[in-house]
């Protein structure tokens, strides 16, 4: 069973900054992919970020491309998403969830944990 703890939603203005966290506990794999989704009210659940647990590679969705950056620390078992320059339409419920596919992957269905989201609300 592997836990995720999301926290450090808000509500910002346009061009604000936030860092979200995702704390992992439980039984954790070194092979596991780490990713960011977020649902605005009305929407289908949509990839923003991912990254491999140990390799560092990462992928990113177009639409965030320049402005986010995930990134994870080994000894405290977290996963970060800065988010920067931010914008109304990043307005959402912010996921995160780990995959044990065997590649970095942006499918919702191919991500096996997650956890209750945090609320990034932008205004303009």
């Known amino acids: 069973q592997v836990l995720l703890v999301e926290s450090g939603g808000g509500l910002v203005q346009t061009g604000d900054s936030l860092r979200l966290s995702c704390a992992v506990s439980?039984?954790?794999?070194?092979?596991?992919?780490m990713g960011w989704f977020r649902q605005a009210p009305g929407k289908e659940r949509e990839f923003v970020a991912a990254m491999t647990w140990t390799a560092s590679n990462t992928v990113y969705a177009d639409s965030v491309k320049g402005r986010f950056t995930i990134s994870r620390d080994n000894a405290k078992n977290t996963v970060y998403l800065q988010m920067n320059s931010l914008k109304p339409e990043d307005t959402a419920l912010y996921y995160c969830?780990?995959?044990?596919?065997?590649?970095?992957?942006?499918?919702?269905?191919?991500?096996?944990?997650w956890g209750q989201g945090t609320q990034v609300t932008v205004s303009s």
């Open positions: 969830a780990a995959s044990r596919f065997p590649r970095i992957t942006t499918g919702v269905a191919l991500y096996d944990y």
């Open positions: 439980g039984r954790t794999f070194s092979s596991y992919s």
